[in-house]
């Protein structure tokens, strides 16, 4: 019955496909927005339209509260500290994007950056780009079950070592990462540690403190916000690490045309008009989430991932990457169906309007050691049900049909 109710949040899962109910199974790459989001949006637009920390008029004012309340509920949504910790960001990939340029741009060509191979080209590409100065980057490996090889952490870290840069949850494998292991022994060897948690803050709880990471990127759009607006949260201490990543109105206390100076975080980071309506409505989002519960969230997806699991597998010719069970994975799962490729696969899925993922998704290092250019992939979200996958399962043997399988 509840799950009726939040299903009625979401007016897009009322939309048919090819005459048939929408099944949507892709909300590892954006999640559906429910219409206390949608609605605040609208809301901000029609009501008190201004820009921020500028005007002293009344919608003005409105508006400053309204975005500086968004940072408040997120930095309590993840117990970071204080709101000065959260940055407002486009989404995870500016996250570490601005990592890079505001903090690591000062690394040595000595100095060395820790990742693994199952990440999100978000985070490798921006190490990547170091390579020019001289950073050497290593990446840790995976077992055959989709899981970190722990023990290689503990080979590759050296006194040279200044970050490691991980995946809270793989958006590929689902694999959970003993992060706040890795956070131990990152701060042992005297490094920092930056977690992806685009793929675990929208679906589980996650506390900053308790997992004592310094840096950790996420994006509004995955977890019920709109596009275009993210976080990255940074522990108070380390901004003395930091210099600004971009420049110009917003983050500036004075200007001369000699020099200028810096206001303090996190403002010192959001150059420009901010995405104004994207922050409020994560804020919003936040409270959504908070009103299901972020224990209830991962319990269910948990339990669709076991029974989708159990399903999935009973399919002949499939293959499932990532952890068997599922008490180690978050709710992505993918596959390939005998030899059929991802996009044919998903194709004919949405011929019968279930929306999966296909391709590499964003983890090309990842599928060549899977052995794979493309792998389908399903993942799931609060407003999914047993039906769904029954319907994903029903959609595969179709295809099996039509391809001979
Ligand atoms: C694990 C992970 N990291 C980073 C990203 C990048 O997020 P965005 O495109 O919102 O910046 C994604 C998006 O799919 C992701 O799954």
Redesign the pocket.
């Given at each position: 019955m509840e799950l009726k109710k939040i299903r009625n949040d979401f007016p897009i899962l009322k939309r048919k496909i090819n005459g048939k109910r929408m099944v949507y199974l892709d909300s590892?790459?954006t999640s559906q927005k429910p219409k206390q989001v949608i609605k605040e949006i609208e809301k901000y637009y029609e009501n008190y339209n201004s820009n921020v920390h500028r005007g002293i008029y009344k919608i003005a004012a409105e508006a400053t509260e309204e975005y500086e309340e968004a940072r408040k509920k997120i930095a309590k949504f993840i117990n970071a500290k204080s709101e000065k910790e959260i940055i407002f960001v486009?989404?995870?990939?500016?996250?570490?994007n601005l990592v890079r340029f505001a903090w690591a741009e000062k690394l040595r060509p000595e100095d060395e950056i820790i990742s693994t191979v199952m990440?999100?080209h978000?985070?490798i590409v921006p190490w990547l780009m170091l390579k020019k100065k001289g950073i050497d980057l290593k990446f840790v490996e995976i077992n055959d079950d989709g899981t970190l090889r722990m023990e290689e952490f503990k080979k590759l870290i050296t006194p040279k070592t200044k970050l490691i840069a991980v995946?809270h949850?793989?958006?590929v494998l689902g694999t959970i990462n003993p992060v706040k292991q890795i956070a131990k022994l990152a701060h042992e060897n005297g490094a920092r540690i930056l977690f992806?948690s685009?793929?675990s803050v929208p679906h589980m709880p996650v506390d900053v403190q308790e997992l004592d990471c310094d840096f950790m990127?996420f994006?509004g759009?995955?977890m019920f916000g709109p596009t275009g607006i993210?976080v990255l949260y940074v522990k108070e201490e380390v901004y003395r690490e930091m210099e600004p990543f971009m420049g110009g109105g917003e983050m500036i206390k004075e200007v001369f045309l000699t020099n200028a100076t810096w206001k303090d975080p996190p403002h010192k980071y959001e150059a420009g008009t901010p995405d104004i309506s994207g922050a409020i409505a994560l804020g919003y989002a936040v409270d959504y989430l908070e009103k299901i519960g972020m224990k209830k969230m991962k319990e269910h997806e948990k339990t669709l991932t076991r029974y989708a699991l159990e399903k999935l597998s009973k399919v002949p010719g499939i293959k499932i990457y990532g952890p068997k069970n599922a008490e180690n994975r978050g709710g992505v799962i993918a596959f390939n169906l005998g030899d059929i490729h991802a996009h044919d696969l998903a194709t004919i899925l949405d011929e019968q309007g279930v929306a999966i993922r296909s391709g590499h998704?964003?983890t090309m290092p990842l599928h060549s050691k899977l052995g794979v250019s493309a792998t389908a992939r399903a993942s799931f979200s609060i407003y999914n049900t047993k039906e769904d996958v029954d319907e994903l399962v029903n959609a595969l043997n179709k295809a099996r049909k039509v391809f001979g399988i």
């Open positions: 590892a790459a486009r989404g995870a990939t500016e996250a570490i990440e999100h978000s985070n995946s949850v793989s958006n992806d685009a793929q990127a994006s759009h995955k993210g998704h964003c």
